[in-house]
Protein backbone atom coordinates (compact mmCIF):
# COMPACT_ATOMS: atom_id res chain seq x y z
CA UNK A 1 0.00 0.00 0.00
CA UNK A 2 1.49 3.45 -0.89
CA UNK A 3 -0.24 6.06 1.24
CA UNK A 4 0.35 10.14 2.03
CA UNK A 5 -1.25 12.49 4.34
CA UNK A 6 0.09 15.65 3.11
CA UNK A 7 -3.21 17.60 2.10
CA UNK A 8 -3.68 20.65 -0.66
CA UNK A 9 -5.86 22.90 -1.56
CA UNK A 10 -8.19 21.69 -4.17
CA UNK A 11 -6.48 20.96 -7.10
CA UNK A 12 -3.43 20.55 -5.51
CA UNK A 13 9.71 3.64 -30.19
CA UNK A 14 14.76 -1.62 -32.75
CA UNK A 15 17.09 -3.00 -34.73
CA UNK A 16 17.00 -6.81 -35.70
CA UNK A 17 19.84 -7.58 -33.83
CA UNK A 18 18.65 -6.07 -30.63
CA UNK A 19 15.64 -7.92 -30.90
CA UNK A 20 16.74 -11.20 -31.08
CA UNK A 21 19.22 -10.61 -28.32
CA UNK A 22 15.59 -9.33 -26.37
CA UNK A 23 13.77 -12.51 -27.57
CA UNK A 24 17.30 -14.85 -26.30
CA UNK A 25 17.30 -13.03 -22.65
CA UNK A 26 13.29 -14.23 -22.05
CA UNK A 27 13.96 -17.38 -23.34
CA UNK A 28 16.75 -17.95 -21.17
CA UNK A 29 14.60 -16.74 -18.60
CA UNK A 30 11.91 -19.17 -19.31
CA UNK A 31 14.07 -21.87 -19.59
CA UNK A 32 15.60 -21.00 -15.89
CA UNK A 33 12.24 -21.53 -14.62
CA UNK A 34 11.28 -25.01 -16.40
CA UNK A 35 9.95 -26.80 -15.29
CA UNK A 36 8.19 -24.79 -12.33
CA UNK A 37 5.09 -22.99 -11.67
CA UNK A 38 3.77 -19.68 -13.18
CA UNK A 39 3.29 -16.90 -11.20
CA UNK A 40 0.24 -16.54 -8.99
CA UNK A 41 -0.96 -12.85 -9.41
CA UNK A 42 -2.40 -12.11 -5.36
CA UNK A 43 -5.83 -12.86 -4.17
CA UNK A 44 -7.84 -10.20 -5.09
CA UNK A 45 -9.87 -10.90 -1.57
CA UNK A 46 -6.99 -9.13 0.25
CA UNK A 47 -8.60 -6.10 -1.01
CA UNK A 48 -10.80 -4.49 2.08
CA UNK A 49 -14.26 -4.04 1.72
CA UNK A 50 -15.86 -1.02 0.62
CA UNK A 51 -17.30 -0.16 3.85
CA UNK A 52 -13.89 -0.10 5.51
CA UNK A 53 -13.11 3.05 6.75
CA UNK A 54 -10.06 2.56 8.54
CA UNK A 55 -7.78 4.15 5.80
CA UNK A 56 -9.55 7.97 6.14
CA UNK A 57 -6.66 10.11 7.24
CA UNK A 58 -6.44 12.49 9.09
CA UNK A 59 -8.07 16.55 8.86
CA UNK A 60 -5.49 19.39 8.39
CA UNK A 61 -5.71 21.69 11.42
CA UNK A 62 -8.80 23.56 11.75
CA UNK A 63 -11.02 21.60 9.51
CA UNK A 64 -14.74 20.99 10.32
CA UNK A 65 -15.57 17.78 10.71
CA UNK A 66 -19.06 18.12 10.26
CA UNK A 67 -18.38 19.25 6.67
CA UNK A 68 -15.24 16.75 5.69
CA UNK A 69 -16.64 13.02 4.65
CA UNK A 70 -14.33 10.34 4.06
CA UNK A 71 -15.13 8.64 0.83
CA UNK A 72 -13.58 5.26 -0.32
CA UNK A 73 -13.91 4.44 -3.70
CA UNK A 74 -13.69 1.15 -5.36
CA UNK A 75 -12.94 0.62 -8.69
CA UNK A 76 -12.67 -2.68 -11.75
CA UNK A 77 -10.17 -1.39 -13.61
CA UNK A 78 -9.65 -2.58 -17.54
CA UNK A 79 -6.04 -1.67 -18.94
CA UNK A 80 -4.81 -1.29 -21.97
CA UNK A 81 -0.87 0.22 -21.93
CA UNK A 82 1.29 -0.58 -24.88
CA UNK A 83 0.82 -4.04 -26.42
CA UNK A 84 -0.99 -5.53 -23.34
CA UNK A 85 -4.55 -5.63 -22.29
CA UNK A 86 -6.10 -6.47 -18.91
CA UNK A 87 -8.66 -6.58 -16.40
CA UNK A 88 -6.98 -5.42 -12.97
CA UNK A 89 -7.57 -6.81 -9.86
CA UNK A 90 -10.03 -4.25 -7.94
CA UNK A 91 -8.85 -0.97 -6.48
CA UNK A 92 -10.01 0.87 -3.69
CA UNK A 93 -8.83 4.46 -3.25
CA UNK A 94 -9.92 6.27 0.29
CA UNK A 95 -9.12 9.97 0.57
CA UNK A 96 -10.97 13.30 2.19
CA UNK A 97 -12.51 16.01 1.09
CA UNK A 98 -14.13 19.39 2.26
CA UNK A 99 -13.85 22.82 2.53
CA UNK A 100 -10.56 24.57 4.14
CA UNK A 101 -10.52 27.35 6.87
CA UNK A 102 -10.49 30.09 4.38
CA UNK A 103 -13.41 28.36 2.22
CA UNK A 104 -11.18 26.97 -0.95
CA UNK A 105 -11.82 23.57 -1.45
CA UNK A 106 -9.40 20.98 0.51
CA UNK A 107 -8.48 16.86 0.02
CA UNK A 108 -6.05 14.74 1.78
CA UNK A 109 -4.95 11.58 0.12
CA UNK A 110 -5.53 8.26 2.27
CA UNK A 111 -4.29 5.08 0.90
CA UNK A 112 -4.92 2.96 -1.91
CA UNK A 113 -5.12 -1.06 -1.81
CA UNK A 114 -4.87 -3.29 -5.13
CA UNK A 115 -3.75 -7.04 -6.04
CA UNK A 116 -1.78 -7.95 -9.34
CA UNK A 117 -3.33 -9.52 -11.83
CA UNK A 118 -1.18 -11.90 -14.65
CA UNK A 119 -0.41 -10.66 -17.89
CA UNK A 120 -1.95 -13.02 -20.67
CA UNK A 121 0.75 -14.54 -22.48
CA UNK A 122 3.16 -14.18 -19.03
CA UNK A 123 6.70 -13.09 -19.79
CA UNK A 124 7.33 -14.33 -23.55
CA UNK A 125 4.19 -13.20 -24.39
CA UNK A 126 3.25 -16.24 -26.46
CA UNK A 127 0.44 -19.09 -26.17
CA UNK A 128 2.92 -21.03 -23.97
CA UNK A 129 3.85 -18.49 -22.03
CA UNK A 130 0.40 -19.40 -19.90
CA UNK A 131 1.47 -22.50 -19.27
CA UNK A 132 1.74 -23.78 -15.66
CA UNK A 133 5.26 -24.46 -16.48
CA UNK A 134 6.39 -21.32 -17.53
CA UNK A 135 7.40 -17.89 -15.86
CA UNK A 136 4.52 -15.77 -15.39
CA UNK A 137 4.52 -12.08 -15.32
CA UNK A 138 1.84 -9.92 -13.45
CA UNK A 139 1.21 -6.11 -13.17
CA UNK A 140 0.09 -4.28 -9.93
CA UNK A 141 -0.90 -0.79 -9.93
CA UNK A 142 0.19 1.68 -7.06
CA UNK A 143 -0.62 4.97 -6.34
CA UNK A 144 1.66 7.60 -8.01
CA UNK A 145 1.61 9.96 -5.60
CA UNK A 146 -0.77 12.33 -7.36
CA UNK A 147 -4.71 12.94 -6.75
CA UNK A 148 -7.42 15.27 -7.32
CA UNK A 149 -10.87 13.93 -6.84
CA UNK A 150 -12.55 17.04 -7.84
CA UNK A 151 -11.29 17.15 -11.37
CA UNK A 152 -10.43 13.32 -11.89
CA UNK A 153 -6.93 13.63 -11.94
CA UNK A 154 -4.58 10.73 -10.48
CA UNK A 155 -1.75 9.23 -11.25
CA UNK A 156 -0.44 5.26 -10.72
CA UNK A 157 2.96 3.45 -11.10
CA UNK A 158 2.33 -0.12 -12.22
CA UNK A 159 4.76 -1.90 -10.48
CA UNK A 160 5.79 -5.87 -12.79
CA UNK A 161 6.15 -8.50 -10.71
CA UNK A 162 7.10 -12.59 -11.47
CA UNK A 163 9.58 -14.89 -10.52
CA UNK A 164 12.56 -13.82 -12.84
CA UNK A 165 11.53 -10.14 -12.66
CA UNK A 166 13.39 -7.70 -9.93
CA UNK A 167 11.46 -5.90 -7.44
CA UNK A 168 12.48 -2.57 -8.21
CA UNK A 169 10.63 -3.05 -11.79
CA UNK A 170 7.94 -0.54 -12.55
CA UNK A 171 6.21 1.26 -15.18
CA UNK A 172 6.56 4.79 -14.48
CA UNK A 173 8.88 4.20 -11.96
CA UNK A 174 10.32 8.16 -12.19
CA UNK A 175 7.87 9.88 -13.41
CA UNK A 176 4.03 8.17 -12.80
CA UNK A 177 1.50 7.64 -15.34
CA UNK A 178 -0.86 10.84 -14.86
CA UNK A 179 -4.90 10.04 -16.02
CA UNK A 180 -7.53 12.83 -16.43
CA UNK A 181 -10.35 10.22 -15.71
CA UNK A 182 -13.40 11.47 -17.91
CA UNK A 183 -16.99 10.16 -16.70
CA UNK A 184 -18.66 7.28 -19.13
CA UNK A 185 -22.53 8.98 -18.42
CA UNK A 186 -23.93 10.23 -15.16
CA UNK A 187 -23.63 9.03 -11.68
CA UNK A 188 -26.44 6.83 -9.70
CA UNK A 189 -27.17 6.90 -6.59
CA UNK A 190 -28.02 3.45 -5.83
CA UNK A 191 -28.26 3.50 -1.83
CA UNK A 192 -29.02 6.03 0.60
CA UNK A 193 -28.65 4.60 3.80
CA UNK A 194 -25.56 3.71 3.38
CA UNK A 195 -24.63 6.11 0.76
CA UNK A 196 -23.77 4.38 -2.27
CA UNK A 197 -22.81 5.86 -6.01
CA UNK A 198 -22.45 3.85 -8.69
CA UNK A 199 -20.35 5.90 -12.03
CA UNK A 200 -18.09 4.69 -14.86
CA UNK A 201 -14.93 6.88 -16.27
CA UNK A 202 -12.60 6.58 -19.08
CA UNK A 203 -9.00 8.35 -20.32
CA UNK A 204 -7.47 7.39 -23.69
CA UNK A 205 -5.23 10.29 -24.01
CA UNK A 206 -2.49 9.19 -21.50
CA UNK A 207 0.80 8.05 -22.54
CA UNK A 208 2.65 4.72 -21.02
CA UNK A 209 6.63 5.28 -20.51
CA UNK A 210 8.75 2.64 -20.37
CA UNK A 211 9.13 -0.47 -17.57
CA UNK A 212 12.23 1.01 -15.71
CA UNK A 213 14.58 -0.90 -13.11
CA UNK A 214 14.10 -4.59 -14.28
CA UNK A 215 17.98 -5.29 -14.83
CA UNK A 216 18.72 -7.27 -17.74
CA UNK A 217 15.11 -7.45 -18.27
CA UNK A 218 14.61 -4.37 -19.11
CA UNK A 219 15.02 -3.68 -22.93
CA UNK A 220 13.54 -7.42 -23.77
CA UNK A 221 10.36 -6.35 -21.39
CA UNK A 222 9.37 -3.30 -22.58
CA UNK A 223 9.44 -4.87 -26.04
CA UNK A 224 7.38 -7.58 -25.38
CA UNK A 225 5.27 -4.72 -23.81
CA UNK A 226 5.47 -1.83 -26.42
CA UNK A 227 6.67 0.57 -24.20
CA UNK A 228 6.85 3.44 -23.99
CA UNK A 229 3.53 3.95 -26.30
CA UNK A 230 2.37 7.41 -26.56
CA UNK A 231 -0.98 6.31 -27.95
CA UNK A 232 -3.53 3.73 -27.76
CA UNK A 233 -3.78 3.17 -23.99
CA UNK A 234 -6.89 3.02 -22.28
CA UNK A 235 -8.07 2.98 -18.55
CA UNK A 236 -11.67 2.61 -17.87
CA UNK A 237 -13.66 1.39 -14.88
CA UNK A 238 -17.20 0.93 -13.42
CA UNK A 239 -17.38 2.40 -9.67
CA UNK A 240 -18.88 3.06 -6.57
CA UNK A 241 -17.87 4.92 -3.69
CA UNK A 242 -19.54 5.28 -0.46
CA UNK A 243 -18.76 8.31 2.37
CA UNK A 244 -19.01 9.02 5.88
CA UNK A 245 -18.66 13.09 7.37
CA UNK A 246 -16.02 12.57 9.74
CA UNK A 247 -18.10 13.79 12.98
CA UNK A 248 -19.47 9.90 12.02
CA UNK A 249 -16.05 8.25 12.82
CA UNK A 250 -15.14 7.65 16.04
CA UNK A 251 -12.06 9.12 16.62
CA UNK A 252 -10.01 5.93 17.39
CA UNK A 253 -10.61 4.92 14.37
CA UNK A 254 -8.61 7.59 11.94
CA UNK A 255 -5.31 5.94 11.31
CA UNK A 256 -1.90 7.38 12.46
CA UNK A 257 -0.38 10.12 9.85
CA UNK A 258 3.05 8.97 10.79
Known amino acids: MTKSTAFRHGSSPVRRVAAVAGAAVL ?3 AALCAPGVAYAATDAASTPSAAD ?23 APRLTIGKVTTE ?14 DGS ?38 YGG ?6 GQFSLRFRLVGPMVPESCVIGAGD ?23 FSAYDDT ?33 ASYTFKTYDQLP ?7 A
Open 146 to 151: RSDFYT
Open 176 to 198: PVDFQMKRSGPSKRVSQDPPVIE
Open 88 to 101: LAPMVMTHAEGPMP
Open 251 to 257: ATGLRNS
Open 206 to 238: FSAPAAEHCGPLTRPLNRRLGLPASEGNLLSYD
Open 105 to 142: KGQVWGAMHSASTAVPGGLTGTPAGDRADEPGLAIQPE
Open 53 to 75: FSDCPPLPDGADPSRWRCEVHTA
Open 27 to 29: AGA
